[in-house]
């Protein structure tokens, strides 16, 4: 059964400052999906990343996806308020079932 | 494109009612996804269709779950009878083999008293 683990599950951070969350999968796949939900909305899609080595831009946020370690980052530099929401990624399990599994999620409050 | 639509956007009921949450996809979009998120279990995949077909359906909970896809443009998701653990915010979304990313509807916030 395939897992899609994320950690930090909550992240309290300083505007200004960089960190990263991560996000490990449990089966071969080189499809994943980065999507952010704000509090009482829908999941928004922020970054596709489908083969190993991708890397994804978009303002302070960078994604990145290394398909042997199974593993994406998602990378937020010089932090601001506007960017406190829910993280989620996501993993497209085609090779088997076309299955897309959502990870657990990373709550995000950036304070100044 | 209005994007996928669900409707209702909420949703209160009495516990031991039928309860049918509607979805429209994204026209051209031939993969569909009802999740169910709750703060306890986070985001679970209920069921998937592809090409109105059902290819998954080992996330619905219990038999009192149903979902139907009778063609491209529509979907629901059935609970019957209700119970107040099934009380959550309910998703539909949809993708495209081209164009990968699956797009979410606003969701239904489904209350069970």
């Known amino acids: 059964e395939l897992k899609v683990e994320q950690n930090p599950l909550f992240l309290s951070m300083q505007e200004g400052k960089n960190y990263t969350i991560y996000c490990n999968y449990s089966t071969t796949s080189d499809r994943l999906y980065w999507y952010r939900q704000d509090p009482g909305k829908s999941l928004e899609s922020l970054f596709v990343l489908l083969s190993n080595g991708a890397v994804k831009q978009e303002g302070r946020l960078m994604a990145s996806l290394d398909t042997k370690a199974r593993l994406s980052t998602l990378h937020i530099t010089a932090a601001v308020h506007d960017l406190s929401a829910t993280y989620f990624c996501a993993v497209d399990t085609h090779y088997n079932t076309d299955k897309l599994i959502f990870g657990t999620g990373t709550r995000l409050q950036v304070f100044p | 494109d209005a994007g996928v639509i669900q409707s209702p956007r909420h949703e209160v009921t009495e516990m031991g009612q039928e309860v049918t949450l509607r979805c429209k996809p994204i026209?051209?979009?031939?993969?569909l996804f009802w999740y169910r998120q709750t703060m306890m279990r986070g985001l679970e995949l209920l069921i998937y269709?592809?090409?109105?077909?059902?290819?998954?359906d080992s996330g619905m909970p219990e038999d009192r779950f149903s979902a139907k896809m009778p063609n491209a443009s529509f979907s629901t998701l059935k609970i019957q009878p209700s119970e107040p653990r099934d009380s959550a915010v309910y998703f539909c979304?949809?993708?495209?083999?081209?164009?990968?990313?699956?797009?979410f509807g606003q969701g239904t916030r489904l209350t069970v008293v």
């Open positions: 979304a949809s993708s495209s083999r081209l164009l990968t990313e699956a797009f």
């Open positions: 269709f592809n090409n109105n077909v059902p290819i998954d």
């Open positions: 026209s051209g979009h031939n993969s």
